[in-house]
């Protein structure tokens, strides 16, 4: 593919674009943390009628970046869940109470990544996907998120103003092929209103999405998550899941 087409986000993807986001997905958890597609499909499993994918291709399908979203379901979130067990084994009622979070309006973020070597507009793939989260978040109206992150991701996205409170009880540990990830969380408006504030350009990139040049961001109601029908939703390609 040219990597300097213009490119397009797109929320909630179906069909094609849908397995060529899952294979995006695969392959940059692959090389990151060395997980598997069966090992993926079994983490990623329970949460599969959950899930809500974010890709960002180019006109012919490609995908060169893509965001797994877990919404909040009787399956639960992955990253509460994970967090209960070791490495961690926290309490996570009593941890959520005390970050004063409502996992009822909670999303997790459980994968986000780009592909390598990406020219032009790609080299903006991490940026367009974090304004996307934003576009979601505004969308859906999601009160706070949650995720497990990798530390030397952590510390880049807190370069940008972009940080994330631990879990209370929580620690950096090692988890599905990273040396040390954190159970952390963030209550949306308070991120938005801190990079603003200690960030701008950042906030502006990120949150605003001023600056993606070469990159189409749809209206904000289409980032708006729509129940699928049964059929629909049955009818995507193989599971392939990712670790955060």
């Avoid at 490495?87 to 996992?103: G, M, Q």
């Avoid at 209370?168 to 209103?193: K, M, Q």
């Amino acid at each position: 593919m040219d990597s300097a087409a213009l490119l397009s986000l797109r929320f909630n993807p179906e069909a094609d674009l849908l397995a060529a986001t899952r294979d995006c997905e695969a392959e940059v958890f692959l090389r990151a943390y060395g997980n598997t597609r069966q090992q993926l499909e079994d983490e990623y499993g329970p949460y599969e009628q959950a899930s809500v994918f974010i890709a960002l291709a180019d006109d012919s399908g490609d995908v060169v970046g893509a965001c797994r979203l877990i919404r909040p379901t009787g399956a639960g979130l992955k990253s509460m869940d994970d967090a209960a067990r070791p490495p961690w084994s926290l309490d996570v009622t009593r941890a959520a109470r005390a970050a004063r979070l409502d996992l009822s309006q909670s999303w997790d973020v459980a994968t986000l990544g780009c592909r390598r070597g990406l020219k032009g507009p790609g080299k903006l793939a991490s940026a367009a996907l974090f304004h996307a989260l934003v576009q979601v978040v505004r969308a859906n109206e999601v009160r706070s998120a949650v995720m497990i992150i990798d530390e030397r991701v952590r510390a880049v996205l807190a370069s940008a103003g972009m940080t994330g409170h631990t879990l209370p009880g929580a620690r950096p540990a090692r988890y599905l092929g990273s040396a040390a990830s954190t159970p952390v969380y963030r209550h949306c408006d308070e991120a938005f209103d801190q990079q603003r504030i200690t960030n701008p350009d950042a906030h502006r990139l990120f949150t605003q999405g001023i600056g993606l040049d070469g990159i189409r961001v749809p209206p904000l109601a289409e980032f708006r998550f729509v129940e699928r029908s049964t059929v629909a939703s049955f009818g995507s390609a193989e599971v392939v899941g990712a670790s955060a």
